[in-house]
């Protein structure tokens, strides 16, 4: 008995001492952040202040929704205050349930993606055997009835979304209606928690019943973004704007790596075209063999700019080892977090890249939020696998601007000899630009959402 009682006196007195030797290194932190002047280090672990909230709504609303077992709330950050919205439809145990659905049904069609190309390697290799047309038309027809399920889930996920948590927020916030015609859209920034991560909250609505004056959609009353915390939303409009790499002006970096291994992208070619119609000389490309890590890492420094044409993959056990493959290797969500850069805008055509982990959901960990802590204001990332014409689509429609596929770059001087109209790329307009173009191909065909959901714009 004696000795028992030994150990739990031992046991306290040493969680007093690691409590106080941790109250002491968030103390070095902070007296860090005050002698160097680094404001986020300087509250340190600190809750914010209510006057740096009331930033962060300056430019739009910022909507933090909060899942717990005891409550649901959405917390509406304002620049004339910060107050709380209670989501009573909203439990943490229906977030759950509502995100397995969601992600079975993606996981689904995306093995039946896998299959359909798996059974037509023999025939594209010069297989005509009965055999092989039988696993085409078996893999084809599970294809289609994965696709189906997919979509009745995410009708059903986003009009839940929307009665639940986004109908009542724009509500709330007063963006009842759609904007008139030439007025642009209010901005909203959603800071989800837990689970909601992987959920998507800029796609809340009831798609299949459009409505003028009153829609019941998020993507026809705001423009959204998303933020991993209020003070990272904070932190990236306090950095100064790079419109300029180290070695020169304004230089777009084209990363194509074409892995070897894996299926070709048939919407590669026409993210070329974008570009250098674009961005003419002003476009490096590091295209093929060329695209290594250590290639694109070091480009990453010298380029304000980057598009990434490639595959990936998230690993939602282990969210860190999340992926953009290369041509031999790949780049990590640890390879790019352990960086710093001063980019302005990188957009990750790449599937799966603005999805976390399940364990960690908090955490946000993502390839396209590495690249946004590391450095870059504004990334596009993806939520899931996406269909190769809709990437090229939003691609062509987010770069077009007025610059088709072929004309002069800023600046150039078009076949006649007068000076190209184009305007110049304007990073601070992603959120804008994604906006019109997943809104384009929304419209194109309502009843499948598949094609638009998955692009998402993060940063300020």
Do not use: K
């Amino acid at each position: 008995m004696e000795d028992d009682d030994q150990q739990s006196t031992y046991a306290v007195d040493r969680r007093v001492e690691l409590s106080q030797e941790w109250e002491g290194l968030i103390g070095e932190v902070r007296e860090l952040g005050r002698a160097r002047g680094i404001p986020e280090l300087t509250d340190f672990l600190r809750p914010p202040r209510a006057a740096s909230l009331t930033a962060a709504g300056r430019e739009g609303a910022v909507v933090a929704v909060n899942i717990s077992r005891l409550r649901c709330d959405a917390l509406l950050i304002t620049e004339t205050g910060v107050r709380g919205l209670p989501l009573p439809g909203v439990t943490a145990g229906g977030v759950e349930d509502r995100t397995v659905a969601y992600l079975v049904a993606l996981r689904t069609l995306e093995r039946a993606a896998w299959e359909l190309q798996a059974a037509r390697a023999p025939f594209e290799q010069g297989d005509r055997s009965p055999e092989v047309f039988f696993r085409i038309s078996d893999a084809r027809a599970a294809l289609a009835l994965a696709r189906r399920l997919a979509e009745e889930e995410l009708g059903i996920l986003t009009a839940w979304l929307w009665d639940e948590i986004c109908g009542p927020v724009l509500d709330a916030l007063g963006h009842t209606r759609a904007p008139a015609d030439g007025t642009p859209p209010p901005r909203v920034w959603w800071c989800p928690t837990g689970l909601l991560n992987l959920l998507p909250l800029h796609a809340a609505g009831h798609h299949g019943d459009p409505s003028d004056a009153t829609p019941r959609t998020v993507l026809d009353r705001v423009v959204s973004s998303y933020t991993p915390t209020v003070r990272a939303l904070l932190t990236a409009r306090s950095r100064s704007r790079s419109g300029t790499a180290a070695d020169g002006t304004g230089r777009m970096l084209f990363v194509a790596p074409e892995p070897v291994g894996m299926p070709p992208l048939e919407s590669l070619a026409a993210d070329r075209e974008a570009l250098v119609g674009r961005f003419g000389e002003r476009l490096t490309r590091l295209e093929g063999a060329d695209a290594t890590a250590d290639a694109v890492l070091a480009a990453l420094h010298r380029h304000p700019w980057v598009h990434f044409s490639s595959h990936a993959g998230q690993d939602l056990d282990d969210p860190g080892l999340g992926s953009i493959a290369l041509r031999e290797d790949g780049l990590t969500v640890h390879d790019l977090a352990e960086r710093s850069y001063s980019g302005e805008f990188a957009f990750l055509s790449a599937c799966q890249t603005a999805v976390g982990g399940i364990d960690l959901a908090n955490e946000t960990i993502t390839l396209s939020a590495a690249l946004h802590i590391a450095g870059f204001r504004h990334v596009i990332g993806t939520l899931w696998s996406v269909y190769d014409r809709a990437a090229a689509d939003v691609t062509r429609d987010f770069y077009g601007d007025g610059a088709a596929p072929g004309s002069a770059a800023p600046g150039s001087a078009t076949s006649g000899g007068a000076p190209s109209t184009v305007p110049d790329f304007e990073p601070a307009d992603a959120a804008r630009h994604l906006h019109r173009a997943v809104r384009a191909l929304r419209d194109r065909d309502r009843t499948r959402l598949t094609t638009w959901v998955p692009f998402v714009h993060i940063g300020p």
